[in-house]
Every structure is written in structure tokens, then in C-alpha cells.
């Protein structure tokens, strides 16, 4: 069934506690209204303030103030419908028991929503220290590079300063190993300059 009441779809993502107590209390009658007709039970008016008037406390100020309305409305419908547990009877207990059920439902999207940004962030942690790992293995090679050169007599003492870290990194990063890559490519690009 359609939620005709005014308020809801304005109100339908808000948590309970942040609903005004008007509307919510007008939502909740219809609510009930609506698992009344779905329980198909008999029940006096009065009862029906006086359950609805519990839920509003429950919903405003109790354990479930932190659902989403729309939540609220789903355990009215699934649980009137037997899809959650209780009696078919239209009572504080029964729908503090579909309440329940929604509650455990809202920690599991909840729970989900956490899993997926802790994911996202643990890939995003990985990625920076593949990048820094990657990085790092480079300036490592370039070092060791540049001393092998020192100590094969490729470069001279005087000419440990032309070839830089960064010049070598860049030849590493444009495909050359430390196998491949010698001085006169560096010395190259310098001369250039």
C-alpha cells in the first residue's frame, strides 16, 4: 500500500529523532492504520492512540530514534504482513519486535557501507605504497647504479654530481635497467639541457 500521508516523503531518509513530533506522530497513524488493515484485527480506537502515542515516545526518544523513517514504515508493512515475527495482533510488542527486525537490517546496510569505504581505502593505502614501494626500489637502483659506475671507472669522482638520482629514476621510468642503462645516456640528456 501507498503512503498517502503528507509528511513522509519529506521526512522518508530522515532518522526518527530528527522528525517532528507532529508529522512523525501523523506517519505512525497511518502506519498503524495500514497494518491494521493488513492484520485484519479489530481494535478500538483508543488503543490505537494509546499504541501510537508508545511508538512516537519509542520512535522520538527510545532505542529505535537512530532508523530512518523509511525503515519504520517497511517494518510496519513486512511485519503486518507476517514477514517478521509477533502475532497477528497490532501491539506495542509486535511492532517494537518488526522495529527490532529493522534495526539489524539498518546495522547490516550499515556494516556493508563500512566494509565497502574500508575497502575502497585499504586499495587506496595499497596503491600509495605500491607507488611509494615503486619509487623507492628506483632510487635504490639509481644509488646503486651511480656507485657501480664510481667503482667500474665509468664516471669519475668530479663527475658524481652530473648525473643525478632523478636523471637516472627518469631512465629507469622510461624503460631502461640497471643492466642497459649507462652513463652516456644520462651524460646525454644533460648535455642536452
Known sequence: MEIRN?????HLKER????????????????????????????????????????LDILKRGRFQWLPLYLVGEAYTKGSLG?????TKLSVRNIYIW??????KMRNIDAGYQSKIDD??????ERVYMEHQAHNVRFGTALCLKLAWVYEGRITAD??????????VE???EG??????????IFTTIEND
Open 6 to 10: 503528507e509528511y513522509y516523503n519529506g
Open 16 to 55: 526518527c529523532r530528527e522528525v517532528p513530533e507532529d508529522a512523525l506522530l501523523s506517519i505512525i497513524e497511518e502506519f498503524s492504520s495500514i497494518a491494521k488493515f493488513y492484520l485484519s484485527t479489530e481494535i478500538h480506537i483508543d488503543d490505537i492512540k494509546k499504541i501510537n502515542g508508545a511508538m
Open 83 to 87: 514477514e517478521l515475527g509477533g502475532t
Open 99 to 104: 522495529l527490532t527486525q529493522m534495526e539489524e
Open 120 to 125: 575502497e581505502l585499504r586499495a587506496s593505502d
Open 159 to 168: 663527475e658524481w654530481e652530473k648525473y643525478t638520482l632523478d636523471a637516472i
Open 171 to 173: 631512465k629507469l621510468k
Open 176 to 185: 631502461y635497467t640497471d643492466k642497459t642503462l649507462l652513463p652516456s645516456k
